[in-house]
């Protein structure tokens, strides 16, 4: 746990939200309730170029059906986001889930982001893209 709050903390300082304070307290308390209820976490990482943190919990109008959420994530190369979002379905599929829940709008490189999820298959969902597994 405290490696996936470390993760966060940098995330965070990296992130458009760098100028407001990192609240650890409460990301502890968030991934600790999240381990608790969803059985933990996936850490994806199919080279060194890049990862993934994931949790696989049931969509919040149907119960019966599981989502896959991306909860970090990052990576060096474009060729590297390419390879996780393949490893990320493929390990959501795995874990019974119906769609893979990727973050990009509200990104550092969101535009970018978002035309690579288009050409993955990637569905925009908000401020996120769907991916179905």
Known sequence: MNGLLALAE???AQSVWKDVPFDAERVSEILNAAQAE???FDLIAPDANGFMVMATVPSHFNRDHK???ELAWGSR???GSRELIEAARTKAGERGARALIVGAEIDNHGAALGRLYRQLGGVPHGLSYRFTV
Do not use: C, E, R
């Open 10 to 12: 940098w995330m965070h």
């Open 38 to 40: 969803q059985g933990g």
């Open 67 to 69: 989502l896959a959420l």
């Open 77 to 79: 190369t474009p060729g």
